[in-house]
């Protein structure tokens, strides 16, 4: 029962960071310009529902891997390539489903450099990888940590200095 209330949790909290950062990115990025009748000078983002349960899928995958010994025991330059795989995959999929499948039309990366299906692309990729996976992990760990007075609490940073030294 404590798992799966642990999990539900992660769901929800990992669902709302997701959209936040898809909104953030978008006007950091400027993907803005020409959508919809917004200006190109405007500060609102934008985001599907559906990215909620995506987020927290993805959230979920990687807490849940995190949580057994097989996962947590390994270098952490290989559970960010799990993780970061993940990510992608679950992309991917839900590319497909909701574009593709149910013609939602939630995202298009077809005109993008190195992109599949028009539902992934490299650049996002790289940054599942390097970016988004480590702060899965920690953050996972910290919300473990807080809530439920398991494992212990560590720095972000120390998460990417293992990476650079490839521990």
Not at 62 to 82: A, V
Not at 99 to 106: A, F, H, P, W, Y
Not at 143 to 164: F, H, P, R
């Amino acid at each position: 029962m404590k798992y799966s209330k642990n999990k539900i949790i992660h769901f929800f909290v990992f669902g709302s960071i997701y959209m936040n950062v898809e909104i953030i990115a978008r006007i950091v990025g400027k993907q803005l310009v020409g959508y919809k009748g917004i200006k190109p000078l405007s500060l609102m983002g934008y985001t599907s529902l559906w990215m909620f349960a995506v987020g927290g899928i993805c959230g979920v995958l990687i807490g849940s891997l995190n949580d057994h010994p097989r996962f947590y025991d390994k270098k952490i330059w290989q559970q960010i390539l799990i993780g970061g795989t993940t990510i992608t995959l679950a992309e991917l999929f839900s590319g497909i489903l909701l574009n593709l499948i149910l013609g939602l039309n939630i995202w298009d990366y077809s005109k993008d450099s190195f992109n599949f299906m028009g539902q992934i692309e490299l650049k996002n990729c790289l940054l599942w990888y390097l970016m988004i996976t480590p702060i899965i992990i920690w953050f996972d760990d910290m919300l473990t940590y807080y809530l439920y007075k398991e494992g212990e609490s560590y720095n972000l940073l120390e998460v990417y200095k293992k990476l650079i030294k490839l521990k």
